[in-house]
């Protein structure tokens, strides 16, 4: 059940995102972070790891998602205040809420890694995608940008795992 209401908590955070970039607002999406972290924390019971985790995933949307702006592969709605090559703070709590919820609401990816490393290649662009579709984004290179996102987000992917997965080993070990 956890599981269930963590991925449904993360999907509604990336609509109130998406839809509230497009149409201007980042508050829907702030109260829908905080509703997911605090079942993260309060129900799932959250670990050092996903504290990990999350940093990861900061940086990696820092990262990812600066260069893609620097090269011009996406052009971000509501990117307020603009500060330059840094992603909207939209992006950022996706970012934020996606890693808060890898451990908890992706257990079985990463228990598998080959077919979560294909899902990341292959979800991550749509995602990015269908916010466009959506009017949260515009892709004037849209083939830069679907290879760059589906490339970084398997390393993404791969980071987390082994992140996770060593981790694991040394608890067992204990």
């Known amino acids: ?3 269930l209401v963590n991925v449904l908590l993360l999907n509604l955070l990336w609509f109130s995102c998406v839809l509230g970039a497009a149409h201007g607002s980042i508050w829907p999406a702030v109260i829908v972070l905080f509703l997911l972290l ?13 504290y990990k ?4 995933s900061v940086l990696a949307g820092l990262l990812i998602d600066g260069v893609m702006m620097n090269q011009s592969w996406v052009i971000y709605a509501y990117n307020q205040p603009d500060m330059g090559l840094v992603p909207p703070l939209w992006i950022m ?3 934020l809420g ?4 890898v451990r908890i609401g992706m257990q079985w990816l990463l228990n598998h890694p080959f077919i979560g490393g294909m899902t990341m290649m292959i979800g991550a662009p749509l995602s990015y995608v ?3 579709k959506l009017g949260a984004a ?4 849209l083939w830069q940008a679907i290879a760059f996102i589906g490339a970084s987000w ?3 992917f791969m980071l987390v795992v082994y992140l996770t997965q060593n981790k694991e080993s040394k608890n067992a070990a204990a």
Request: net charge negative.
């Open 38 to 50: 605090g079942f993260n924390y309060f129900c799932a019971g959250m670990k050092q790891l996903d």
């Open 93 to 95: 709590i996706l970012w």
């Open 154 to 156: 398997l390393l993404y």
């Open 98 to 101: 996606f890693g808060a919820s």
């Open 53 to 56: 985790i999350i940093a990861l």
């Open 1 to 3: 059940m956890m599981v």
């Open 130 to 132: 269908s916010a466009g």
């Open 138 to 141: 515009e892709m004037p290179n």
